[in-house]
Nanobody, 127 residues
Framework: QVQLVESGGGLVQPEGSLRLSCAASGFTFSSYLMGWYRQAPGKECELVARISIWTQTTRYADSVKGRFTISRDNAKNTVHLQMDGLKPEDTAVYYC????????????????????WGQGTQVTVSS
């Protein structure tokens, strides 16, 4: 049974930090690209960050570049999203995604149609 389980969300003040984790099981983790999407109320589901398998090449949305860092541990079947310098506009439900093809940059709603998805974890940035 394929599972992606996110954790680490919560309430944080502006300029604070959170570290999201996604634990994968039920598939060959080291054969899948990994990404994080987010969806804020009333907005599209957008790709935040993605990471390749072995070279661990990363790419980020312009809105989070320099503040967020994606990483993966193929031995532990986990992917993380370190979020620093959080802003109120980062408030969203964050989803972990595993796929073997190209990442779509947006969907109308999360979870999207490709690959495996977690259930989402809420991140709220507010004073």
């Amino acid at each position: 049974q394929v599972q992606l389980v996110e954790s680490g969300g919560g309430l944080v003040q502006p300029e604070g930090s959170l570290r999201l984790s996604c634990a994968a099981s039920g598939f060959t983790f080291s054969s899948y690209l990994m990404g994080w999407y987010r969806q804020a109320p009333g907005k599209e589901c957008e790709l935040v960050a993605r990471i390749s398998i072995w070279t661990q090449t990363t790419r980020y949305a312009d809105s989070v570049k320099g503040r967020f860092t994606i990483s993966r541990d193929n031995a532990k079947n986990t992917v993380h999203l370190q979020m620093d310098g959080l802003k109120p506009e980062d408030t969203a439900v964050y989803y972990c995604n595993a796929r073997q093809g190209l990442f779509d940059t947006t969907y109308s709603t999360c979870p999207g149609q490709s690959g495996y998805w977690g259930q989402g974890t809420q991140v709220t940035v507010s004073s």
